[in-house]
């Protein structure tokens, strides 16, 4: 079946560095969605990409959907200790109609130290 | 505000015991949808419903069971057959496929 994955899974960075956590599919993606969960919380909706090859960026968050559609990143400039979280990629699930189905990388658990 | 409400925020279950977990949204959308989150693992879709009184199963439904009577409420209910139901469950709901709504999860622990 179709997989999503994510890498890494646990990301230590000192506040002010940089961050970027990568998606990969094992199936061509219609779009791929971001999602931000912070720790206790759930998960909230950062983006949805839909373009082969597109750009999108929200502040110090730059998301990138690839040209093949298969693969993404998020990458975030100068981190600060409220992007602590864990981020997920999603993607429609393959095959037919996907009734807004979604599957879910594991995750790429950020911790910032100040 | 709309959104989604789950209770309750924890639940401890017995052995043997069913227990249900309670979804309702008031942001009007048509398409619901339960998940599974394990410590350090990605969501895993329990079930999910498009349209009042029809729903389908996801990939671990085994254990669980729903219903959707009413455009605004999902619940799930876990069975005594679901052998291992500690996990933090998860109710989301969209429109026109766009990214889902989540609700702030339930925490279920079995004692």
């Known amino acids: 079946g179709q997989q999503v994955m994510q890498i890494p899974q646990y990301q230590h960075v000192q506040e002010g560095e940089d961050f970027t956590t990568y998606c990969n599919s094992s199936?061509?993606?219609?779009?791929i969605q971001w999602y931000k969960q912070r720790p206790g919380g759930h998960p909230v909706f950062l983006i949805q990409?839909?373009?082969?090859?597109e750009v999108k960026k929200q502040k110090r968050l730059t998301f990138q959907f690839g040209e093949a559609k298969k693969n993404s990143s998020l990458h975030i400039t100068a981190t600060q200790t409220t992007d602590v979280g864990t981020y997920f990629c999603a993607g429609p699930y393959a095959g037919g109609t996907s009734y807004g189905k979604l599957t879910f990388g594991q995750g790429t658990i950020l911790t910032v130290h100040p | 505000d709309g959104g989604i409400t789950q209770s309750p925020k924890y639940l401890f279950r017995k052995e043997g015991q069913n227990v249900t977990l309670s979804c309702e949204q008031n942001?009007?959308?048509?398409?619901m949808y339960w998940y599974r989150q394990d410590p350090g693992q990605g969501l895993r879709l329990i079930y999910y419903s498009q349209i009042v009184n029809d729903f389908q199963k996801g990939d671990i439904a085994e254990g669980y069971s729903v219903s959707r009577e009413k455009k605004e409420s999902f619940p799930l209910t876990v069975t005594s057959a679901q052998k291992n139901p500690t996990a933090f469950y998860l109710c989301?709901?969209?429109?026109?496929?766009?990214?889902?709504?989540f609700g702030s999860g339930t925490r279920l622990t079995v004692v």
């Open positions: 942001l009007n959308h048509d398409a």
């Open positions: 199936t061509t993606l219609s779009n």
């Open positions: 989301a709901s969209t429109q026109a496929n766009y990214g889902y709504t």
């Open positions: 990409l839909v373009k082969s090859g």
